[in-house]
């Protein structure tokens, strides 16, 4: 079973404050994804990242991927209370069935991230 | 295109009882999956439906069970409830995937079902 490690649990720092989260696991996957979570809402894609050592930015936020595949980070520089909400990674194996392609998404528990103004 | 909608957004149910969650998927995704999340265990997958076939299956008991209908909307159903079953049960769906290739999830807002 694989499992994804998040931490911290939580964080609660000041508007303007620069942060970073981990997601760890010891298996590797073909992908991973980073969701945020806001109160009352399903998680909402902020980026997926396939190729080891992969660095993505999205505005001030910065995502990476291990070179193994089996840990990545989230950097948040400037934080602020917009960015509020729980964050989740979640790991990806590809595998094929006959009705093609598919795959099953593990999820950590995710990152509790309060950005106070 | 409209999200992925869920139906009803609240419930509040008995311990024994049964509960059918209604899904639909975003238009022309043929893939949906199931979640559970709760504030312990965080979100666990209950199941995945493809073109009107379970293709994955979590880690789940068999009071967990699920459908999809040839317009790709799809139900979960839960059979004498326990109170552990309090949950946020997500819905989520996906655009056919390409050959080695991944696509995003999109989120339903989910249905909170409270089990007394």
């Known amino acids: 079973t694989q499992l994804l490690e998040q931490s911290p649990q939580f964080l609660s720092i000041q508007e303007g404050e620069n942060l970073t989260v981990y997601c760890n696991s010891s298996s590797v996957f073909s992908s991973l994804q980073w969701y945020r979570q806001e109160p009352g809402e399903g998680p909402v894609l902020l980026v997926t990242v396939v190729t080891g050592g992969e660095v993505k930015k999205l505005k001030r936020l910065t995502f990476q991927f291990g070179d193994a595949r089996k840990d990545s980070s989230l950097h948040i520089t400037a934080a602020q209370p917009g960015d509020t909400g729980l964050y989740l990674c979640?790991?990806?194996?590809?595998?094929?069935?006959?009705?093609?392609?598919?795959?099953?998404?593990?999820f950590g528990k995710g990152t509790l991230l309060t950005v106070n103004p | 295109k409209a999200g992925v909608t869920q139906t009803p957004r609240y419930l509040i149910k008995t311990r024994g009882q049964q509960v059918t969650l209604s899904c639909s998927p975003i238009?022309?995704?043929?893939?949906v999956s199931w979640y559970q999340q709760t504030p312990g265990q965080g979100l666990q997958f209950l199941f995945e439906y493809f073109s009107e076939t379970q293709r994955n299956k979590g880690n789940f008991p068999g009071r967990f069970s699920g459908r999809q209908f040839s317009n790709s909307r799809s139900e979960m159903n839960v059979s004498t409830l326990e109170l552990g079953d309090s949950a946020l049960y997500l819905c989520?769906?996906?655009?056919?995937?390409?050959?080695?290739?991944?696509?995003?999830?999109?989120f339903g807002p989910g249905t909170r079902l409270t089990v007394l």
């Open positions: 238009s022309g995704h043929r893939s």
């Open positions: 989520a769906s996906t655009p056919d995937s390409r050959q080695g290739s991944y696509n995003e999830q999109f």
């Open positions: 979640a790991g990806a194996i590809i595998g094929k069935n006959s009705g093609g392609s598919n795959y099953k998404l593990t």
